[in-house]
């Protein structure tokens, strides 16, 4: 074989420079024009007016309003989804039974479901008009334009994200673990905490994050329910749309650059437990060194 050949056979590609070149300065560009660009955008409009104007910004009360709301909200809805999530990925991963692919096809709703219908859906079942919304005005329960709606429906658009982080982890993994487990005498929830919980912690790390950043970050269902109640039940991007139709251009802006700096920081944790989960990954399909073993005989040859 040729030295261009086995030097094209190390690179993985048969292509041309210019051809690779072409490509990465394409994505390159792409990159920045619709990642970089838009957040360099949003900070310095964030700026404009000086940091004493955008600490006066986040400081204001509608503005703390929605940082609480929002915190109130994933707060409740990732560890929510954090159980219903393990339970269905079990469930669907470790089991077989009827009605296996319904359950399926139902966590994976609200991904084919728009937010916005979402939103629609919870204000007929649960608003005034809707079917439970005269019973719940009679006892004093306010569901939709409070922060109820707000958490039913982030928990809704939130729900598949930690089950379909876990669903082919766990199928990937088998049964074999448990069912040595249960065969040495262990009990389902020991089963759980010491084989199954310590080979999914990644996957499931990294299903919190994805589902954590969702909850922080919903607007279309939330805009519907929520009623838009200024200082109470606008979380951010609903403060941030506020701000903007008022023409507070510098205000949305800053209360924008935070949701980019939680969505930054979401990145940079998502980022460092995938390198974490494909460490291990690497070091569980590593074989183990070879030990060569002497026979007694010869080591006793190597000692005289």
Known sequence: MSAPSIR???????????????????????????????????????????????????????????????????????????????????????????????????????????????????????????????????HGIRVVFAVPGIILVTLFVTFPFIARELIPLMQAQGNDEEQAAVVLGATGWQTFWYVTLPNIKWGLIHGVILCNARAMGEFGAVSVVSGHIRGQTNTLPLHVEILYNEYQSAAAFAVASLLALLALVTLGIKSVVGWRMARELNALAEPPPERSISAPGAAAGRAN
């Open 8 to 138: 094209s056979a190390q690179r993985g590609t048969t292509e041309a420079a210019w051809v690779r070149y072409t490509l990465t300065g394409i994505a390159l560009v792409f990159m920045f024009l619709f990642l970089v660009l838009p957040l360099a955008v949003v900070v310095t409009e964030a700026l404009r007016k000086g940091g004493e104007a955008y600490w006066h910004t986040l400081q204001e009360p509608d503005a703390w309003s929605a940082i609480r709301l929002t915190l109130l909200t994933a707060l409740v809805a990732v560890p929510l989804n954090l159980v219903f999530g393990v339970a269905a990925a079990w469930c669907v991963a470790k089991h077989e039974f009827r009605g296996k692919a319904i359950l399926t096809t139902l966590i994976d709703l609200p991904f084919s479901v728009s937010p916005v219908v979402a939103g629609l859906i919870y204000v007929l079942v649960f608003g005034a008009q809707g079917w439970f919304g005269p019973w719940l005005a009679d």
